[in-house]
């Protein structure tokens, strides 16, 4: 077989398009590499910058506001009972001429609470009503003494935001005011002796079996008295049993006015308190049982399904 041969100029041809060939590869692998190079270098200002980028994207998904009316909780405070019964501050009684002996000084209240749950349970609107009876007796010397008596009864009215609303289902965290409005009756006796006249102690004429007390007696009462003043409260409620809830709430208190006073000054106020100061801060422990309203739901799942119907 003959051999076939090229010309010379052909030959030199297929070498230069090799060579072309190969140079042209030759710079697109390098730019490929280059570029993965350049895209795994990444400097940390770069990354960082990447990461807050993706982190702002990211929205937190929040549960949308809704109006409904979620539930009642009515209880009483544990606090007053407790403090009076074992606390009393005064506990020396002052004796009445011709008169039974009087107890020992004593201050007892009530108070009862209820709140109902708005939005999922975000605000609440508070009310408090109680009832107030104290009486303070001071002995002096041995002809001279009195008696201070104030009873009435008092409300409160205000909102709570429970600011933990998203975290927890039942439990509340609060903070919110109140106004309280408190109607209240007084009286003060005092008794004493005629230092001009001299003074003999309470004695027992045996000849007729009486008491026979030098002493005088006097009074003064008022009736009609109001007083107001504001509250910032504090305080959490825990779900305990079931629907049973424990608590407290700290007052800070703001004495407003007393209306009413003529003769005699308030010295203890329904629902506030004492009066030597306009400010007081007061902490109460509640009880509580809570009425779930769940005929929302109710009506919610019954419009979706009745929307569906319509829309097929």
């Not at 009195?146 to 933990?164: I, P, T, W």
């Not at 007390?213 to 409260?233: H, K, P, Q």
């Not at 106020?269 to 109710?298: C, D, E, H, Q």
Request: proline content about 4%.
């Amino acid at each position: 077989m003959k051999s076939t041969k090229f010309p010379t100029t052909m030959t030199s041809k297929i070498s230069i398009c090799k060579l072309v060939f190969l140079i042209a590869a030759s710079i697109f692998a390098f730019n490929t590499v280059y570029a993965q190079n350049k895209k795994i270098k990444i400097s940390p200002d770069s990354l960082k910058k990447q990461v807050s980028d993706s982190l702002k994207a990211i929205k937190k998904v929040k549960k949308p506001f809704k109006f409904t009316v979620d539930g009642v909780r009515v209880g009483f405070d544990l606090s007053y009972p407790i403090t009076d019964n074992l606390f009393s501050p005064f506990q020396n009684s002052i004796p009445i001429p011709n008169a039974t002996p009087v107890a020992p000084s004593y201050k007892y209240r009530y108070e009862g609470t209820a709140d109902v749950g708005f939005a999922q349970n975000r605000f609440f609107a508070v009310f408090d009503y109680g009832f107030s009876r104290v009486e303070r007796d001071r002995k002096g010397l041995n002809y001279t003494g009195f008696s201070y008596n104030a009873q009435g009864s008092y409300f409160r009215l205000g909102a709570d935001y429970n600011f933990m609303h998203r975290t927890f289902k039942d439990e509340v965290m609060f903070v919110g005011f109140r106004y309280g409005i408190a109607s209240f009756k007084h009286n003060f006796t005092y008794y004493g002796a005629s230092e001009a006249w001299g003074y003999f102690p309470p004695r027992l004429i045996l000849s007729t079996a009486t008491i026979v007390d030098d002493r005088f007696v006097g009074t003064i009462s008022e009736a009609g008295l109001s007083a107001t003043w504001l509250e910032i409260v504090l305080g959490l409620k825990v779900n305990v049993w079931k629907q049973l809830f424990l608590g407290y709430t700290a007052r800070f208190m703001l004495l407003s006015k007393v209306n009413g006073e003529n003769q005699l000054i308030a010295n203890d106020l329904p629902g506030f308190g004492s009066t030597n100061k306009r400010v007081r801060v007061v902490l109460n422990y509640y009880i509580s049982y809570r009425i779930a309203f769940k005929s929302k739901g109710k009506l919610s799942i019954g419009k979706k399904i009745l929307e569906d119907k319509i829309g097929k």
